[in-house]
Each structure stands twice: as structure tokens, then as C-alpha cells.
């Protein structure tokens, strides 16, 4: 009885909490439709939605999540892990491209799910710890996913360790204070090849880069950014947004295991100059 009513107490503020989050409702219809899971390449599988990308990362000691989608496609994401013939209680690492509720708001409900550890490039562990209520873009005080306790907090070219799998998380802040890519070579039966799951930086605001007290050093974080992706070199690349990469015209759902489609050095060049002049034209009229 009397652990019972301990349990009560310790359970009563997350139950608070997460009444509390206001998922953002005014979402575009391909961030929760359906999409049909497929192996990428080597052990990498996407199992997001049609434009959330989510991506399982296989390996001898279990797997890797890397983003959720939207909190209600906790569900989905499931369901491709499964069909693809996964084990869902497989995942042991949760990761994130970035902090916000499109990419994160199923991890605390997957996190339950699968007991797995979450690791969080350090400077958005706080964000991720209040879900996202202090973000400087759409935070506001509005609690926009449920609140996740990261395991492990990461540094700039960090190595996430599982099985025969490392990756290298990669800094790229601007989009939140503690956005991320990752990079991690893969193989299958024929070649090796080495994939970037970049996190592209969009810019989130439109206010003024100097009219953002909560993050002083957004426009050098953002030109940092720009200037460490120019220079990565990479078979491969992938980004949290389907639409970003272009998966639609890459792959469709009937193909066979292909992935030379997403060698794509030219689209991702072009991705980035397009929002280097975003920034650009900003800082302009600063
Ligand atoms: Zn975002």
C-alpha cells in the first residue's frame, strides 16, 4: 500500500506534464501520412513517415533510432520497424537531428516502449528536458512535445558506440542550439560506403538574429554550420525532412535495394546554397 502511494507521487507530475503539451496541430498532411519502411543502405532502414524521417540503424548488439515524427506516429514508426522484420525492444539508442516536436515527439513514449538510452548533442539537452518550452524559436513558454531525460550528453565528433556500428555525431547548431548530423560508414555485400544524416539548417525565426536574447550567438552558430557541412565528404546523404534529400524522386515504393540513388553530392550542395543565401539575405537586412 505504501508503494503504492509512493508510485502515485512519483508518477503524478509526468502525468501532469505531459497533459500539458501542445503539439502544434496546424502540420502539413506528409509529416504523419504512412510510408512504406525500405533498407537505405548497409544497415540503414528508413522507417519514418512520408516526410518526418526516421531512421533504424541495425547492428550486431541491438539497434539505433535516430527521430520520431509527430507524437502521434509513435505507432507507425512501430509498425515499419516491425515489418521490416526488427524487433521493436531491439532499439537500445535513441538519437535526435534536432529538438523540436516534428523530430522528437514520440521519443518519450518510445523511450517507455523500449527502455532504450537517449543521447542528445549537450546544448539541447535542456530544451529536450521541457519539451521544448525554451526553445528560442517555438518554444514560448509552450511545452510542444513530451519532456525526454537524456542518458548521455554529446560533444562535437563524439562516437556513439553499439555492436560493429560507431557513429560520429557532428555539431551543427542554428536550427536549435544543439542540432546535430551524423556520420557513419556502412557496407552491404558489394561495397563500403560512407553516410551523412545531416541535419540542414533552415532558419526558424523571423525575427532578427540580434532580437533573440535566448540565443546570442545564433548567427555565428549558423555560419559555422554552413561552413563544417561544405566540407564534409560522404557517399551518402540523408537529412531529417524526406523533402530535404529529395527521397521522393530517389526511391519509390516498389523499388528494389538501390543505394546508389542517394548518391546525391550535387542536390546537397545545391540544398545548402539555397539556404546559405536564406541566411544570407537575413544577416542582410540585420
Ligand atoms: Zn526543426
Not at 550486431?60 to 514508426?77: E, H, P, W
Not at 525532412?241 to 529529395?246: G, K, P, R, V, W
Request: aromatic share 10%; proline share 4%; charged share 25%.
Amino acid at each position: 500500500m505504501k508503494n503504492k502511494f509512493i508510485l502515485y507521487f512519483l508518477l503524478f507530475p509526468l502525468a501532469v506534464f505531459s497533459q500539458n503539451v501542445q503539439e502544434p496541430t496546424d502540420t502539413q498532411k506528409e509529416w504523419s501520412a504512412p510510408y512504406a519502411p525500405f533498407r537505405i543502405v548497409g544497415n540503414i532502414y528508413y522507417v519514418g513517415t512520408y516526410d518526418l524521417a526516421c531512421y533504424l540503424i541495425t547492428t550486431s548488439k541491438g539497434n539505433i533510432l535516430i527521430n520520431t515524427g509527430l507524437s502521434s506516429s509513435a505507432g507507425q514508426i512501430k509498425k515499419n520497424v516491425t515489418s521490416l522484420g526488427f524487433n521493436f525492444k531491439d532499439i537500445k539508442i535513441l538519437l535526435t537531428t534536432q529538438a523540436h516536436y516534428d523530430h522528437l515527439g514520440a521519443m518519450a513514449e518510445i523511450k517507455k516502449l523500449t527502455g532504450a538510452k537517449m543521447m542528445v548533442d549537450e546544448k539541447d539537452a535542456e530544451v529536450m528536458k521541457n519539451g521544448g518550452r525554451t526553445d528560442y524559436a517555438l518554444g514560448g513558454g509552450k511545452t510542444t512535445f513530451a519532456p525526454i531525460m537524456p542518458d548521455r550528453l554529446l560533444k562535437d565528433g563524439d562516437q556513439i558506440q553499439l555492436g560493429n556500428t560507431s557513429i560520429v555525431m557532428l555539431h551543427h547548431p542554428g536550427h536549435t542550439k544543439g542540432s546535430c548530423s551524423f556520420l557513419l560508414k556502412t557496407e552491404d555485400d558489394k561495397k563500403e560506403y560512407s553516410v551523412l544524416i545531416a541535419n540542414m539548417p533552415s532558419i526558424v525565426t523571423e525575427k532578427k538574429f540580434s532580437e533573440i536574447p535566448a540565443y546570442p550567438n545564433i548567427e555565428k552558430d549558423y555560419a559555422y554550420t554552413f561552413g563544417s557541412l561544405k566540407k564534409l565528404s560522404f557517399d551518402i546523404w540523408l537529412s531529417s525532412h524526406a523533402s530535404q534529400f529529395d527521397l521522393h524522386k530517389k526511391h519509390k515504393p516498389a523499388d528494389k535495394y538501390n543505394p546508389a540513388a542517394f548518391i546525391d553530392r550535387k542536390g546537397y550542395d545545391l540544398v545548402l546554397k539555397n539556404l546559405e543565401q536564406d541566411f544570407n539575405k537575413k544577416i542582410s537586412k540585420e
